[in-house]
Antibody, heavy 116, light 112 residues
Framework: EVQLLESGGDLVQPGGSLRLSCAASGFTFAGQAMSWVRQAPGKGLEWVSSISGSTDSTYYADSVKGRFTISRDNSKNTLYLQMNSLRAEDTAVYYC?????????WGQGTLVTVSS | DVVMTQSPLSLPVTLGQPASISCRSS???????????LNWFQQRPGQSPRRLIYKVSNRDSGVPDRFSGSGSGTDFTLKISRVEAEDVGVYYC?????????FGQGTNLEIK
């Protein structure tokens, strides 16, 4: 059974940093593209970033480019999202998702709140 | 960016009746590899999203056969043949053909 377990969400001040983690199990993590998708309170889904499975190519939404960095550690079956220069509009539940073209599994999400 | 436009945004449906959600993209979703990467997701209240349909019309394992997807190019539809109480939630289309990936605004299905 595929499991994606996010962690690292917290309350952080504007301008601060946070690193999210996603522990994956139940599938061959290495070689599998992965994504982060967020959902602001009461709003719809917004794709944030993806990383390829083979070449580690990375892709970002314009809203986070230059501030967020996606990475992975295949030895630990873990996906990361380093978030810097956080803004109030980054407040959301962040979901880890398996896939990038055919997203097929989602984690339970971790809440990031950016507020002073 | 490819804009995904869903309609309606609110969909009140009587139990047992059919429902249909439209998703239109601002450009063709046919990939250079010949596939059309249009996915449908369901998000029940308080839950994470769940994929129902991939590549326009392929139903995921465990998804009831009352759900079906159709369409081509820029015009896509999710249909529920007979709505059940467990179908309440928000439905999203998402394109996986172009970067950045984009979602529709969501359609809120409720029981009338």
């Amino acid at each position: 059974e595929v499991q994606l377990l996010e962690s690292g969400g917290d309350l952080v001040q504007p301008g601060g940093s946070l690193r999210l983690s996603c522990a994956a199990s139940g599938f061959t993590f290495a070689g599998q593209a992965m994504s982060w998708v967020r959902q602001a309170p009461g709003k719809g889904l917004e794709w944030v970033s993806s990383i390829s499975g083979s070449t580690d190519s990375t892709y970002y939404a314009d809203s986070v480019k230059g501030r967020f960095t996606i990475s992975r550690d295949n030895s630990k079956n873990t996906l990361y999202l380093q978030m810097n220069s956080l803004r109030a509009e980054d407040t959301a539940v962040y979901y880890c998702a398996k896939g990038a073209t055919l997203i097929d599994q989602w984690g339970q999400g971790t809440l990031v709140t950016v507020s002073s | 960016d490819v804009v995904m436009t869903q309609s309606p945004l609110s969909l009140p449906v009587t139990l047992g009746q059919p429902a249909s959600i439209s998703c239109r993209s601002s450009q063709s979703l046919v990939h250079s590899d010949g596939n059309t990467y249009l996915n449908w997701f369901q998000q029940r209240p308080g839950q994470s999203p769940r994929r129902l349909i991939y590549k326009v019309s392929n139903r995921d394992s465990g998804v009831p056969d009352r759900f079906s997807g159709s369409g081509s190019g820029t015009d896509f539809t999710l249909k529920i043949s007979r709505v059940e109480a467990e179908d309440v939630g928000v439905y999203y289309c998402m394109q996986g053909t172009y970067w950045p990936r984009t979602f529709g605004q969501g359609t809120n299905l409720e029981i009338k």
